[in-house]
């Protein structure tokens, strides 16, 4: 009887703690969901007191878009293999290899409708590729078998190609990385005008936002991240997820290879180079988790422009590009630490 | 006490070989409604191999299953779902980075369709959650909470209740009890007496004797993959079960 009356007298101190903290606690959400937005409008803001007259500008601005919107891509594919706890380290060779294949079906004199098309299936090809292989072969880790394919894939590429570039495209073609929509009918000057690659990031990411909360497929997608034998045990198939992640995953990769082309104008044998550690790394700046499960969209996006604004801000005040590698890396590891901190906090042990 | 209601499972003969292993040889269970049974043996006994066969997930190599008198070949977990017989594993088999709906929903969330594409409807999931956590009576701060926010015995009481959100008939229980803090025992229990009144026949595999004398009807023993001995609960004791486990009559 004594032991039981202090145990429910400790009951009743572990509840006054849980209120001491409570409010902490309760502003954890609101930091794992936003605090990379205000980490964001920092920067934009510090960045802006630095270069009071360029940085803000109508043009600078759409170049740094500009600038982001292959990456972007290539991140949110990136994404969404993270968040089931994998990792896609191919995404630079799928989208070199899907450009120098549509270079080559440009040059050989395809309708403009084809070469559009090509790279996008190219891609989404490449990346079942990844997803047969590491559900059907088994591999123990994605990481080996994209990282087979980082090889095959750009070995691919440059076999195809003869390791040369091939340039010019039609305009059709180039739309999506090219495009300019006209602003002048809202009394803006010709200058201001809206690339159309900012629009296309915003509506792709704005249907994978939809895709991944609001969709069964999505939330099974965080569910393997959170725990792959739960999502099996519910009856999830987990091999079919995986292949559809990695497949989407090319087929953004591919959309990539499309706004590249447009940018360029050329199919490259560099192209993407070293891209993939880009996106994996704006993944980790938006708060995705290594450990899988967890992760915004939104996020991704911030990431993404977190990084474009740091190269853009360094390139405008001349600072060397060394430094701006020193810097990305410095954020990536205090990204990971303040993600660490975080489980810290809200996980129960 | 049980005996005269329902028959809902029925193991007859069940024999599993594992290569020239035996696992089990010739076990017969049966589990009423509104009836609890406890499986107890020693490690290898054979405890797992037969939830294992009951939930679908091993075929067993001779015996049959019957479900409400019926015989049911199992090819897969999900045919023992369909029947209404689930399983509430060991390592609680819940997304950490969900919250608490949509883990008992995982896999069978409800949707509502816009044109022609699926959403969730995550009204209907948390409207659904709340519901069934009041029915069993299971306190949490809202359906929205995240499971790894949940301390280890309201993860279990999330894992039974998400066991039970499709009408199960039959709940197999593995070590309900066997990660839990002292304190939050005793409400997985109750939780197992609150399934028992609604009429669900509950199977669970347990070490601890309190655990088996708090909310069994019934326990069976397993010893080297074979019935050792059987008995309601209230003919027998602690100390000859304890010698069943050791394969003692």
């Not at chain 2, 939930?55 to 045919?79: C, R, T």
Request: aromatic content about 8%.
């Amino acid at each position: 009887m004594k032991s039981l009356v202090g145990l429910w007298e400790k009951n009743k101190m572990e509840d006054k703690e849980k209120k001491q903290d409570s409010l902490y606690v309760k502003l954890i959400p609101y930091f794992e969901k936003y605090g990379i937005l205000l980490l964001l409008v920092i920067m934009i803001l510090v960045m802006h007191i630095l270069q009071p007259d360029v940085f803000l500008s109508w043009r600078n601005v759409t170049n740094v878009f500009k600038q982001i919107s292959w990456q972007s891509m290539l991140a949110l594919g990136v994404f969404m293999v993270i968040v089931t706890a994998g990792i896609d380290l191919s995404v630079g060779s799928i989208m070199m290899l899907s450009l120098m294949i549509l270079a080559i079906v440009a040059k050989a004199g395809a309708p403009w409708f084809i070469v559009v098309l090509v790279p996008l299936f190219a891609g989404f090809l490449c990346g079942l590729v990844n997803g047969l292989g590491i559900t059907l072969l088994r591999m123990p880790h994605p990481f080996i078998m994209t990282l087979g394919t980082l090889y095959i894939f750009r070995g691919t590429g440059n076999l195809i190609s003869g390791g040369t570039p091939i340039s010019g495209f039609t305009d059709e073609v180039r739309y999506l990385g090219h495009g300019r929509i006209d602003l002048t009918w809202l009394g803006l000057e010709k200058s201001q005008y809206l690339p159309v690659s900012l629009v296309l990031i915003a509506v792709v990411y704005f249907v994978f936002w939809v895709f991944l909360n609001h969709s069964r497929t999505g939330k099974w997608i965080y569910a393997i991240g959170g725990n792959p034998s739960a999502a099996r045990a519910s009856g999830i198939n987990v091999n079919k997820i995986l292949i559809i992640v990695y497949s989407l995953c090319g087929f953004l990769s591919g959309i990539g290879a499309l706004i590249l082309a447009g940018r360029t104008d050329s199919g490259y044998p560099n192209a993407g180079l070293q891209s993939e550690l880009d996106a994996i790394a704006a993944c980790i700046i938006g708060g995705a988790s290594f450990f899988g499960g967890r992760g915004t969209v939104l996020g991704v996006f911030a990431g993404v422009m977190i990084m474009g604004i740091l190269r853009n801000g360094l390139n405008l005040m001349d600072v060397s590009s060394f430094w701006q590698q020193v810097l990305i890396g410095s954020i990536i590891v205090l990204a990971v630490y303040v993600d660490v901190l975080r489980r810290d906090f809200g996980t129960r042990k | 006490m049980t005996s005269t209601n329902k028959l809902l499972l029925e193991a007859k003969g069940i024999t599993k070989y594992f290569g020239t292993i035996t696992a089990l040889e010739n076990v017969n269970l049966k589990v009423h409604e509104g009836e609890c049974l406890g499986v107890v043996g020693d490690n290898g006994a054979g405890k797992s191999t037969l939830m294992k066969v009951l939930s679908g997930l091993y075929k067993p190599s001779a015996g049959a299953l019957f479900f409400e008198g019926k015989e049911h070949v199992l090819d897969s977990p999900k045919d023992s779902q369909n029947l209404g017989l689930e399983m509430v594993y060991q390592d609680l088999a819940l997304a950490g980075n969900l919250p608490i709906g949509e883990n008992i929903f995982l896999g069978r969330e409800p949707t509502k369709n816009i044109g022609f594409l699926k959403f969730l409807d995550f009204k209907k999931i948390q409207e659904m959650t709340s519901a069934h956590l009041e029915k069993l009576k299971i306190n949490v701060k809202s359906a929205d909470q995240k499971v790894e926010e949940l301390s280890g015995g309201q993860r279990q009481a999330v894992a039974i209740a998400r066991s039970t959100a499709f009408n199960a008939k039959v709940v197999i229980m593995d070590e309900p009890t066997a990660a839990l803090a002292i304190k939050e025992v005793g409400k997985v229990l109750d939780l197992i007496n609150k399934l028992k009144s609604t009429g669900v026949g509950v199977i669970v595999i347990s070490h601890r004797m309190d655990d088996i004398f708090t909310v069994c009807d019934r326990v069976m023993a397993l010893f080297q993959g074979t019935n050792f001995a059987e008995s309601q609960l209230d003919k027998t004791s602690r100390d000859e079960v304890i010698g069943w486990i050791m394969g003692k009559k």
